[in-house]
């Protein structure tokens, strides 16, 4: 791949570090050119967290699964 | 930072995709079933709200019924799509509020990353990159949460939102600019 500018290394970069294929010194080392915008922006991709395992209680699941339920099938019918 | 976990297809997705888009509703039950859990957290996290997260969820899964014929089969898995349904439901419903108390709303932690090592590289709360995720202009919003939330990867992301992966590789570069910009301007603030 050709690099074009900040966006393509940038975008190399979060994808190797995910991938742990590099670490955020290699990518910075990589790039000594683009490092001063490169090192705040990848410090903040490195920073995002996923959110808390919160679950739908089973209350709302069965409920709205049922209305789901008929509604596709009332829906259905007025279709016939 | 996410892995790629997240965007594992479950057995048999591809089969009550393909049965749903026949209208079978049993199909579009087990898909129900499958992504629920899935598409509620995406939304909990945006709105803050249990009753919100509810509602948009009930929503997401009527519109997809509706829209089910339209679906095409991509690169991205099935559940981009319905997240793309619930993005655009959570904007709407982001407009139609008063306030922005949808911002200050304290989610827990993750402990998925807490080792003492990992907190210690830390710059940032998840409380403060959650807020600046949740103000940025909605196609940045979605290209963020797509890909650090929900783990999708580029062509993925690229591939759910029928966008090329250089246009997300620039949109990615602006959201982040803009969130350091956001974190900076709050930093100066306290």
């Not at chain 2, 982001?94 to 998925?112: P, V």
Request: hydrophobic content about 40%; glycine content about 6%.
């Amino acid at each position: 791949m050709e690099l074009k500018g900040i966006e393509d290394i940038l975008g190399l970069c979060i994808e190797d570090i995910r991938s742990e294929r590099s670490t955020l010194a290699d990518c910075l080392e990589r790039y000594p050119l683009a490092r001063q915008e490169l090192e705040p922006l990848l410090k903040i991709a490195l920073n995002i967290q996923e959110p808390p395992p919160v679950a739908p209680s089973d209350a709302f699941r069965v409920k709205a699964r049922v209305q789901l339920m008929e509604h596709i099938h009332a829906q259905k019918e007025k279709g016939k | 930072m996410r892995r790629a976990k997240n965007t594992e297809i479950p057995a048999g997705v591809d089969v009550l995709v393909e049965g749903a888009m026949g209208g079978d509703a049993d199909s579009f039950g087990r898909l129900y079933d499958t992504y629920v859990s899935r598409v509620y957290r995406h939304i909990y996290y945006r709105v803050g709200s249990i009753e919100d997260a509810e509602d948009l969820t009930q929503q997401v899964f009527l519109r997809a019924w509706q829209a089910i014929g339209r679906y095409r089969k991509t690169s991205s898995p099935f559940v981009a799509w319905l997240l793309r349904i619930g993005h655009n439901l959570v904007i709407d419903a982001y407009r139609s509020k008063k306030d922005k108390a949808y911002l200050d709303f304290e989610m827990a932690a993750s402990d998925s990353h807490s080792s003492p090592e990992r907190v210690a590289e830390m710059e940032f709360d998840q409380q403060q990159l959650r807020r600046a995720i949740l103000q940025l202009p909605s196609d940045q919003q979605q290209v963020i949460l797509m890909n650090f939330i929900e783990g999708f990867s580029n062509a993925e992301t690229a591939s759910a939102l029928g966008k090329s992966e250089g246009a997300i590789r620039v949109i990615q570069h602006r959201a982040l600019k803009k969130m350091r910009h956001m974190l900076q301007e709050e930093k100066s603030w306290n």
